[in-house]
């Protein structure tokens, strides 16, 4: 079936057989909206809160029952089979014995049990940081509430010419708009809130490259 003509699935077709179904499959999609869409989320077997879909599109339970998706009542994973307890475990990576490879250790944060490979404890030992206390969901989590918001807001340049607007910045560099104020405007991941002195491309390169 590899590299063949007029294939519905696995099933080979006469060219004007082939034809006629595919209008009619296309018809048939195109009058239930299935037609140019991803699959349909009633054929995931999976709750809409085990997928990577929330690192994005973070719902709550309701909008995303609301939204037709599963929901499932406890996310995947093993809990109370720890066969130690994070007082018997040393701080320092040094004294750390192979040995906790066979443990089964507890996440301080969710109570999910996880496990350490070797390959990552010779990774601990080599930078010398000592064992996460944290499972790989909550750590992933955790990497992820580090980044910005997927979300834009519009905001102005704070670069007033010498300095940045708040006095904390003093440019390096002579800028295309001189002493004045910088007048641009753009789009930024980061909120208006936020502490970090934000300028525009044009005068953020003046001062970088
Ligand atoms: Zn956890
Ligand atoms: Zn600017
Ligand atoms: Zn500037």
């Known amino acids: 079936m590899r590299k063949s003509s007029y294939c519905v699935l696995n099933k080979q077709y006469k060219p004007e057989e082939y034809n006629q179904l595919l209008e009619k499959i296309i018809g048939h999609m195109k009058s239930t909206g299935e037609w140019g869409e991803f699959f349909p989320v009633k054929l995931s077997p999976f709750g809409y809160n085990e997928s990577t879909a929330p690192d994005y599109f973070p719902l709550t339970k309701e909008e995303a029952v609301k939204g037709g998706f599963r929901w499932a009542g406890r996310t995947s994973g093993l809990f109370g089979k720890e066969t130690i307890t994070w007082d018997r475990i040393p701080q320092q990576i040094d004294k750390v014995d192979d040995s906790i490879v066979k443990e089964i250790l507890i996440c301080e944060k969710c109570k999910k049990n ?41 905001r102005k340049c704070q670069c007033a010419g010498e300095k940045s607007e708040n006095s904390v910045y003093q440019n390096t560099a002579k800028h295309s708009h001189g002493n004045n104020s910088c007048t641009n405007e753009f789009e930024t991941s980061y909120s208006p809130d936020r502490k970090e002195i934000v300028y525009c491309e044009s005068c953020y390169n003046s001062e970088i490259v």
């Not at 496990?115 to 030992?125: K, P, T």
């Not at 909550?138 to 834009?152: F, I, S």
């Open 114 to 154: 996880f496990r350490i490979l070797l390959q990552e404890l010779n990774f601990y030992r080599k930078i010398r940081i000592p064992l996460p206390r944290h499972c790989p969901d909550c750590r992933h989590g955790e990497r992820l509430a580090k980044r910005n918001p997927r979300k834009l807001w519009p």
